[in-house]
């Protein structure tokens, strides 16, 4: 189009309207007195095509995107070959991360796209997360504009894009930044529900393989969120309307990935916790069946022509169904199918059929809630069909309604065509069955008994428990002799349980002895000396209690004469118990085989009689057992040396957990061509404990030195506490190098010649413990005892033990550390069961360790916030002071579980302290541990038992010890180590006069290393777990391979491993 110029006056001449309807094709004008009838239409196009001329560029990057999808539709996107990427990121490498409206980049496109997911999206992910994973993490968490800030993740899951769900979380160049991304963007909060990705998935119903695999990419913090109302991922996943098969095995993989979530409750007026939550919804599902089949029925008989009799007939006189005209059912179809629940209570509904009738549960849209026959279609009008498109859920047609379609009807037999991107986002939904619901709300329940204290799991399954329902039944410490019927009489309003956590019952005699219905097979001979008393309490929790399950079993029965082999068998027959405490010397293990095959934990009284424990540990003895995982060994000594017992039980160890040969076999007869494969079984390591004859002091005898690798994998390590058995074997070899270092002739400077030292602020230290001889430098003590009493206690004694085993730690780590004991002022509370410890005193303590120059303090311990501001600041205070003095700060996580962690002295100043907390033999955080994100690093601290030294006593008892203190021990010990190799690598580079050289550790990266910064980064060079979210020190990365090196080496040469090692340690270095 020609514009005239605003400056130019006047009418355009002939030549000129000549010139602009060329250009913009305008005809000639009619004259005034000509047919016009066109002339405002075409004035009107004119118009239109002008402002066409005058719209404003399109946005490149759309243009870019609208590409791509463009590609994408076509099939045409293929980066497989080098060629076609260059070509493709050459052209739209500049748009990568830029947005369109709605802040949408690249992912949000793709996870908004209309058109269904293939092979060329797929290529386009990968080619993004393999080439660009940094800018490919940043899409990932970015959100949108939409109104609800949606990340590609979460817009691709509730718009149930399931292949691109897949796509998106695939990582396979195992890239820490995606994986990161990847976690980060599962666990961000979305939508307007406030809910994360996990949330979306499984209200999505995304197909049950699919959300497994995102579940095991997430983290516990992930699992436990709570959207809006109160509820985790895990309440969703139980609801009974997702109840089908597959289900089952999604809420086991989020209980099996991190079971907090069971801990969350939702918010009020119900504060339903996870399984009050599924009884809830199974409940309320029932409810509404009879109002929507009755309305439901009473459609069908407006829509449908009666049916008459005579045409349901048969030849022989039946209906169609079999039945007299007379016997129909004149329920409608739907309610004839009703399911049947098995469930006892409130919630149950009675069924008219006739027993042994089959029943298919109903099924329910989860959006409209209207029901479904379980054989038909939805009665919404929306289509069901087989899958077309791989692991997708249903997408949904629009409703078959007439009033939306005058003049349209669509019946059974011509049903909407639906799109092939509506194909390709579903599958079959699966049915809901009563079946998988009972496997689902057992699963739950069990893992509460299993892991939960009484009270807390009593309140998990009935909230306030209105109607006083006990999980367990505890009759320890009643009166010897039982009248059977005055027990019935006196505990005939007590509501147990179908399930028990645990019953335990004292050496108990019933008089006068019932007529047992259902006592021994045989009737007991005069000959026969063994009791049965324990029948009568077990028949009546079975019979009386309905009682069906006992998950542990405790009773006293070491009298004479004991329980009868038959006897007990009897008593736990059918109970299927999984902890066993039958306490009866040299119990047969046949008899705890009969009683039950499914036991996982057992406790033995062992009279010393070595053939028992020969026959213990035997194919046919515990070895049977497939779930077993410990042992706990009561040892009496009686014949036999304390030398020959401890013999005895190593060996019985070993046998315990030697694999036996298996024949592998699939037919009972072979084929000519086929012969069995005989091979040995990987067998997972039964723990064995030995709990002394005084009953108070248990010493872990057995540690998990074997492993198979599918346990290696599931376990992320090859041993429980490998941690541990690195440290000690690295320790032997070390501490002979210290030795030898220290006695050269040397003109050392003053940094190389001081040992490092520790300062304990604790309770004290039992200074007469072997393995503490020569570690002490010194101490002091600012426990003044009680007010009045005008003493001081020593800082030699220990006043509970805990910086006894707090030292033990220290020194296990580095023996050639000095110890500074630091006691503190502690009060036991009795009514909490804890020592309490003064918050002044502590300062005291703090400042005590900055005077005498330490390089690291060691605090296992928390304290709350000091309650007034001046015992608040006098500790700030202290804690500044020694920050300012570079000393390194360890100290305890509060092992509070799910509780805010903000107690003292972490929280003083948590940026320049080292705050450590406990993890589990797989390297897992402990589950008491808080929010692990704000800790620096974990350390093993769950079950660490003490290493046996060659000269301890052989009756001497170890017991583990569990929580955060001991593990804040071992990472100040494992600080001192590596200050202690960094000073043996420049030793070593002054012996040789190697400072000019670039690797050379010299004294200024000693100093280094003592510095805060300076001992995290080398924390971090040692290298860390991505489970554990980079806080679990993986010590055998560095340590294994130093400590196999100077095992063949003299003692001359492993100071050179040594030198080698240190500068792994210095932030110069790295790597």
Not at 217 to 226: R, S, V
Not at 296 to 306: G, N, Q, W, Y
Not at 347 to 375: F, I, M
Request: with cysteine; net charge neutral.
């Amino acid at each position: 189009m020609t514009f005239i110029h605003p400056s130019m006056s006047g009418l355009p001449n002939d030549r000129e309207r000549e010139l602009t309807r060329r250009q913009t094709g305008d005809k000639e004008p009619s004259s005034p007195t000509g047919d016009d009838s066109d002339s405002f239409e075409e004035d009107e196009k004119d118009e239109e095509e002008d402002d066409d001329d005058l719209r404003p560029p399109q946005d490149p990057v759309k243009v870019a995107f609208d590409e791509i999808l463009e590609q994408i539709k076509n099939k045409e996107l293929k980066l497989g070959r080098s060629e076609e990427r260059k070509k493709f990121f050459h052209r739209y490498e500049k748009y990568l991360e830029e947005r369109i409206g709605e802040k949408k980049n690249l992912l949000h496109v793709l996870a908004y796209y209309e058109g269904s997911a293939n092979i060329s999206m797929k290529s386009l992910v990968t080619q993004l997360c393999k080439k660009y994973p940094k800018e490919y993490a940043r899409l990932l968490v970015a959100k949108d504009d939409t109104g609800s800030e949606n990340n590609p993740l979460y817009a691709a899951i509730t718009r149930k894009n399931f292949r691109l769900v897949a796509y998106l979380c695939e990582n396979k160049e195992g890239s820490q930044t995606v994986t990161t991304a990847i976690e980060t963007a599962l666990a961000m909060s979305c939508g307007e529900r406030g809910e994360n990705c996990l949330h979306a998935a499984i209200r999505s119903k995304m197909p049950a393989q699919t959300a497994i695999s995102l579940i095991r990419l997430t983290n516990d913090e992930t699992l436990k969120a709570q959207d809006s109302k109160g509820f985790t991922p895990l309440h969703y996943a139980v609801e009974y309307e997702r109840c089908t098969d597959s289900q089952f095995d999604v809420v086991k993989t989020l209980i099996e990935c991190g079971d907090s979530a069971l801990d969350k409750l939702g918010n009020k007026p119900d504060y339903f916790s996870v399984y009050r939550y599924h009884e809830n919804t199974h409940e309320r599902a029932f409810k509404t069946t009879k109002p929507n089949v009755k309305a439901m029925a009473e459609k069908e008989k407006e829509r449908v022509p009666p049916v008459r009799e005579e045409d349901l007939r048969r030849p022989d006189g039946l209906n169609k169904k079999g039945m007299e005209p007379d016997k129909l059912d004149p329920r409608p179809e739907a309610l004839q199918q009703r399911p049947r629940t098995q469930r006892e209570g409130p919630h149950s509904l009675k069924d008219e059929r006739k027993p042994g009738d089959l029943a298919r549960p109903q099924r329910r849209d989860t959006d409209t809630n209207s029901p479904v026959e379980p054989n038909g279609p939805p009665h919404n009008g929306y289509l069901h069909a087989p899958s077309q498109g791989g692991p997708v859920m249903a997408g949904k047609e629009a409703p078959h309604n007439d009033s939306l379609n005058p003049g349209v009807r669509f019946s059974k037999e011509t049903p909407k065509r639906e799109s092939s991107v509506a194909r390709s986002r579903r599958v079959e939904e699966p049915e809901v069955t009563e079946e998988s619901a009972e496997k689902i709300r057992e699963l739950l329940q069990l893992h509460y008994l299993r892991t939960r204290s009484p009270e807390t799991a009593a309140s998990r399954l009935y909230g306030k428990n209105p109607n006083a329902k006990h999980i367990c039944f505890d009759y320890l410490g009643a009166p010897s002799k039982v009248n059977p019927e005055e027990f019935k009489d006196s505990f005939e309003h007590v509501k147990l349980d179908s399930v028990l956590q645990y019953v335990a019952f004292s050496n108990l005699e019933v008089r006068p002895a019932p007529e047992f219905p259902y006592s021994l097979d045989n009737p007991v001979e005069a000959e026969g000396k063994g009791r049965c008393d324990m029948m009568f309490f077990f028949e009546w929790l079975r019979q009386d209690k309905g009682v069906k399950r006992i998950l542990k079993v405790i009773v006293e029965d070491l009298d004479t004469p004991a329980h009868s082999d038959e006897a007990i068998e009897k008593t736990l027959e059918g109970f299927n118990v999984e902890i066993l405490d039958w306490r009866k010397t040299d119990l047969c293990p046949e008899t705890m085989y009969t009683s039950s095959s499914k036991l996982r934990e057992i406790y033995l009284r062992w009279s010393g009689n070595n053939a028992v424990l020969r026959s213990w540990s035997e194919p046919d003895g515990l070895r049977r057992f497939e779930d077993l995982e410990k042992v706990h060994l009561h040892v009496k000594q009686d014949l036999e040396t304390s030398m020959r017992t401890k013999k005895n039980i190593d060996k019985f160890c070993e046998r315990l957990n030697s694999s036996t040969p298996t024949i592998e076999q699939t037919r009972a007869v072979p084929t000519p061509d086929e012969q069995p494969t005989i091979s040995v079984k990987p067998s997972k390591i039964i723990r064995v404990s030995r709990i002394e004859q005084d009953g108070q002091h248990e010493r872990l005898l057995t540690m998990n030195l074997a492993a198979s690798p599918g346990e290696i994998k599931q376990e992320q390590t090859l041993q429980p506490h490998r941690w541990l058995t690195c440290m000690d074997e690295f320790r032997e070899m070390i501490q002979n190098v210290w030795s030898w270092s220290m006695k050269q002739k040397l003109q050392q400077q003053n940094d190389l010649q001081k040992p490092v030292e520790i300062a304990l602020i604790d309770d004290g230290i039992d200074v007469l413990q072997p393995r503490l001889r020569g570690k002490i430098s010194d101490g002091k003590s600012f426990d003044f005892g009680d007010k009045g009493a005008n003493r001081i206690r020593s800082h030699w004694i220990s006043e509970r033990g805990h910086g006894t085993v707090m030292a033990k730690n220290i020194a296990r780590i580095c023996p050639m550390a000095k110890i500074y004991v630091i006691k503190l002022e502690t009060h036991f509370d009795h009514k909490e069961q804890k020592s309490r410890i003064g918050a002044r005193s502590a300062a005291d303590a703090i400042d005590a360790a900055v005077d005498r120059k330490v390089q690291i303090i060691s605090m296992s311990w928390t304290i709350a916030q000091p309650s007034t501001s001046d015992e608040k600041e006098r500790l700030d205070t202290a804690i500044r002071r020694a920050i300012s003095a570079g000393i390194l700060l360890f100290c305890s996580s509060a092992d509070k579980g799910l509780h805010q962690d903000n107690d003292y002295p972490a929280a003083s100043n948590p940026s320049k302290m080292f705050r450590i907390g406990a993890a589990k033999a797989n390297g897992n955080a402990w589950d008491w541990v808080p929010n692990i994100t704000n800790l620096d690093f974990i350390i093993p601290g769950h079950e660490v038992a003490e290493k046996a030294l060659l000269d301890d006593d052989p009756s001497q008892t170890f017991q583990p010890q569990t929580g955060s203190s001991v593990a804040t021990a071992l990472g100040a010990g494992l600080a001192a180590l590596i200050i202690c190799c960094v000073q043996l690598a420049a030793i070593h580079t002054q012996m040789n006069q190697q400072v000019d050289t670039p690797t050379a550790v010299t004294v200024s990266d000693l100093r280094e290393v003592k510095r805060h910064d300076g001992m995290k980064a080398a924390f971090g060079a040692i290298g860390t777990s991505m489970e554990s979210q980079n806080k679990f020190v993986e010590v055998w990365r560095v340590f294994d391979k130093a400590a196999k090196e100077m095992r063949v080496l003299e003692k001359e040469r492993r100071l050179g491993v040594v030198a080698a090692l240190a500068p792994k340690f210095v932030r110069n270095y790295g790597m």
